[in-house]
C-alpha cells in the first residue's frame, strides 16, 4: 500500500546536538511538508518543497533544516539552534495545489534528554 | 491570506448524540477547506474535503460538513457519536494562490460519554 514512513517514532536528543527524522512516501507526490504539533497550537508548517532540490520556509523554520535529493524523500533536521525542540514532527506530501489533500504520516515525537 | 478558527478546543457528546464541530474561515480567495482526524500518537486522515463542487460534503465514518459562504464556515457533524470518534479533530484551509499549503486551526478535541 502507498502511504508515508516517518522514523523514528520516538528520538531523544541531548543539549547541542542535531538530530535528523526520516520521512519517505511512495505515493510519487510532488510536494512535501514538514510540521511541528505542540499541544493547544495546531499545526505549523516547517519547511515544504514542491520539487525536488527546491524547498521553502515555512513559519517556523528557524532552527531547522531539510534536504529534497529525491523525490521520495524529504529529511528534517533539528539543528542545536533549535531551543525548544520537544514536540510532534509530522511528514506530508500532497500532489498538485490547492484542492488536493495532504497526506500524512505517523509522526515522530522528539525529547531532550 | 488564509486562516480558520475553531471554536471549542473541547467538546463532549454523549454516545448516540449529535456531534456539531465548528470551523469558520478567512479567505482572500475562494477556499478549499479540509476536516482531518487525529487519534493519540497518529498523523492527520482526511475526513473530508470542500473543493466548490456541492456545498454539502459527505465524508468518511459517517461525518459530513456544509460549506456556507455567506457565514464562512465550514462545520462538521455526524448526526451519532459513537466511542470509536473520540479524537482531535483539525478544521483546514488552503487557497488557490501559490503552494498548496494549508492553514490548520488549533484543533477540537472530541470526547464522547458512554
Known amino acids: 500500500d502507498g502511504g508515508i514512513t516517518q522514523s523514528p517514532k520516538y528520538l531523544f536528543r541531548k543539549e547541542g546536538q542535531n538530530v535528523t527524522l526520516s520521512c519517505e512516501q511512495n505515493?510519487?507526490?510532488?510536494?512535501m511538508y514538514w510540521y511541528r504539533q505542540d499541544p493547544g497550537q495546531g499545526l505549523r508548517l516547517i519547511y515544504y518543497?514542491?520539487?525536488?532540490?527546491?524547498?521553502q520556509k515555512g513559519d517556523i523554520a528557524e532552527g531547522y533544516s531539510v534536504s529534497r535529493e529525491k523525490k521520495e524523500s524529504f529529511p528534517l533536521t533539528v539543528t542545536s539552534a533549535q531551543k525548544n525542540p520537544t514536540a510532534f514532527y509530522l511528514c506530508?506530501?500532497?500532489?498538485?495545489?490547492?484542492?488536493?489533500?495532504?497526506?500524512f504520516g505517523d509522526g515522530t515525537r522528539l525529547s531532550i534528554l | 491570506a488564509q486562516s480558520v478558527t475553531q471554536l471549542g478546543s473541547h467538546v463532549s457528546v454523549s454516545e448516540g448524540a449529535l456531534v456539531l464541530l465548528r470551523c469558520n474561515y478567512s479567505?482572500?480567495?475562494?477556499?478549499?477547506l479540509f476536516w482531518y482526524v487525529q487519534y493519540p500518537n497518529q498523523g492527520l486522515q482526511l475526513l473530508l474535503k470542500?473543493?466548490?463542487?456541492?456545498?454539502l460534503v459527505k465524508g468518511i465514518n459517517g461525518f459530513e460538513a456544509e460549506f456556507k459562504k455567506s457565514e464562512t464556515s465550514f462545520h462538521l457533524t455526524k448526526p451519532s457519536a459513537h466511542m470509536s470518534d473520540a479524537a482531535e479533530y483539525f478544521c483546514?484551509?488552503?487557497?488557490?494562490?501559490?503552494?498548496?499549503?494549508?492553514?490548520f486551526g488549533t484543533g477540537t478535541r472530541l470526547t464522547v460519554i458512554p
Open positions: 479567505s482572500s480567495v475562494p477556499p478549499y
Open positions: 505515493l510519487n507526490h510532488d510536494a
Open positions: 483546514a484551509v488552503s487557497g488557490l494562490t501559490g503552494a498548496n499549503n494549508l492553514f
Open positions: 518543497s514542491q520539487i525536488v532540490n527546491d524547498f
Open positions: 470542500y473543493t466548490s463542487a456541492a456545498t
Open positions: 506530508a506530501s500532497s500532489q498538485g495545489y490547492g484542492n488536493q489533500p495532504q497526506h
